[in-house]
């Protein structure tokens, strides 16, 4: 079973509109951390937000948040006032104990077009 | 300016020639890991180092080496390049092992000829 689960490969937002990308992750371990990166088309790989499994209240960003329903084990990533330069693919990631290792796991990407 | 810097950022090579590409982080993180991405099979962790001279296999270790020396370096070894090596790969570091954020380099995109 996919420990990150991203159902939208594509997804399309108009200019200034807010957008919603999901994300479901399945994990044991009571103690894991819930991450979003962005990934535009130069390649790089930069962070965004995180959510830790114990924290209470939402991860929020600047214009990013995380709407975290650990019930739900979902960790969408909400992306409010688009931009054109949030045009890029965004991955989620979950960071668990595996071992020795706090093995970070990637979704497979959404990629989000922003349309002026 | 905290960073992580890897280099080269492109690298064209044949098939069997020796290569190192080489990650450097002025955070003083412990936890180091090195990644490929590759299209349909997303980031998968080749090494990582949770200290100096402590490495392990990740996910995809076969055909690489790494070593940690010094903290701040944690270079990936490809000592006989294939084609099947041909990737984008990423450096990622840490401050602990616990994790928190993992900071990313701008990635090496490698082809083997």
């Known amino acids: 079973a996919q420990k990150i689960t991203q159902t939208q490969p594509g997804m399309f937002v108009q200019e200034k509109e807010a957008v919603t990308l999901d994300c479901t992750y399945d994990?044991?371990?009571?103690?894991?951390?819930l991450f979003w990166y962005k990934q535009p088309s130069s390649g790089e790989m930069i962070f965004l937000i995180y959510?830790?499994?114990?924290?209470?209240q939402n991860a929020t960003e600047g214009r990013y948040s995380l709407n975290f329903q650990k019930a739900r084990k979902s960790a969408n990533l909400v992306i409010s006032a688009s931009q054109l330069g949030d045009s890029a693919m965004y991955f989620c990631?979950?960071?668990?104990?595996?071992?020795?290792?706090?093995?970070?796991?990637f979704g497979k990407g959404t990629l989000l077009t922003v349309n002026p | 300016e905290a960073q992580v810097t890897q280099n080269p950022r492109y690298l064209i090579t044949v098939t069997g020639k020796k290569l190192t590409v080489t990650c450097s982080q002025n955070?003083?993180?412990?936890?180091m890991s090195w990644y490929r991405q590759d299209p349909g099979l997303g980031l998968r962790q080749i090494y990582y180092?949770?200290?100096?001279?402590?490495?392990d296999k990740g996910d995809v270790p076969e055909g690489y080496k790494v070593s940690r020396k010094e903290k701040r370096n944690f270079p990936l070894i490809l000592e006989s390049p294939s084609p099947n090596q041909t990737s984008l790969y990423f450096c990622?570091?840490?401050?602990?092992?616990?994790?928190?954020?993992?900071?990313f380099g701008a990635g090496t995109r490698l082809s083997v000829l």
């Open positions: 955070m003083n993180h412990e936890y």
């Open positions: 180092s949770m200290n100096v001279e402590v490495t």
């Open positions: 990631a979950m960071r668990e104990y595996q071992g020795s290792n706090y093995k970070l796991t």
């Open positions: 994990t044991s371990d009571p103690s894991y951390g």
């Open positions: 990622a570091s840490s401050l602990s092992i616990q994790g928190s954020i993992q900071y």
């Open positions: 959510q830790g499994s114990y924290d209470q």
